[in-house]
């Protein structure tokens, strides 16, 4: 199993400020994913943190305003940037390994309140 | 979109088991059925999955038909600290995952 890690775990934030939400796993992994999961709402999915390279980013959410960062198989990092109050959000890490039918695993979430 | 279809509530007596249908009919031959279920305000927690056999653990019981376009999660003694949203998603394991609305399970006492 894996175990994550996410550094804040809660927040509020300013509007118009920035936060680094991190993500440590506790061993090396091949994917990680980075949801969010707005007030009442299921999951949706941000972007795919590709390790070395720029992320892959879903449909309506862009690099500016969610930059990821991915320097190894065991660290990842989102940021939100110039936040406003619809981005209150908890924000989730998500990882997996390559191989087929493998457990994913989810982090405890970082719950952001944008005042 | 989601893969899934699922009911959006369901109501369980304490002590009986609650059997939770989700519809994934779409599902291709490498992708297998996850069940997580989400407390309030918590991360997603694993509780189960499978390809085509069914399976079995300490939390669940997972049942997927024979054609693969359906299944069932099953607690088998619901307890007060079951009720939480319950997803059912299809994956490799290794891909993206979409959520769908899930199933919010209230266990009654």
């Known amino acids: 199993s894996a175990v994550i890690s996410q550094k804040p775990s809660r927040d509020i934030c300013q509007r118009g400020t920035s936060l680094t939400i991190q993500c440590q796993v506790d061993s090396q992994v091949t994917m990680m994913f980075w949801y969010r999961q707005q007030p009442g709402q299921s999951l949706t999915l941000i972007a795919t943190?590709?390790?070395?390279?720029?992320?892959?980013?879903e449909s309506g959410f862009v690099i500016d305003k969610f930059p990821i960062s991915r320097p190894n198989l065991t660290f990842s990092t989102l940021t939100v940037s110039n936040m406003s109050p619809e981005d209150s959000s908890i924000y989730l890490c998500?990882?997996?390994?390559?191989?087929?039918?493998?457990?994913?695993?989810f982090g405890e979430g970082s719950w952001l309140t944008v005042v | 979109d989601a893969k899934t279809t699922q009911p959006p509530s369901m109501d369980c007596a304490e002590g009986r088991a609650a059997n939770l249908p989700c519809n994934h009919s779409?599902?291709?031959?490498?992708?297998?059925v996850y069940w997580y279920r989400q407390i309030h305000s918590q991360g997603p927690q694993y509780i189960i999955h499978g390809l085509k056999n069914n399976e079995t653990n300490e939390m669940a019981s997972l049942i997927i038909t024979e054609d693969r376009k359906s299944s069932t999660l099953i607690l088998p003694h619901a307890t007060l600290r079951d009720t939480a949203v319950y997803y059912c998603i299809v994956s490799g394991g290794y891909q993206k995952v979409t959520f769908g609305t899930g199933t919010k399970l209230q266990v009654i006492p």
């Open positions: 998500s990882v997996a390994t390559d191989r087929v039918g493998n457990t994913i695993y």
């Open positions: 943190a590709n390790q070395g390279s720029e992320a892959t980013y």
């Open positions: 779409t599902i291709s031959g490498n992708e297998y």
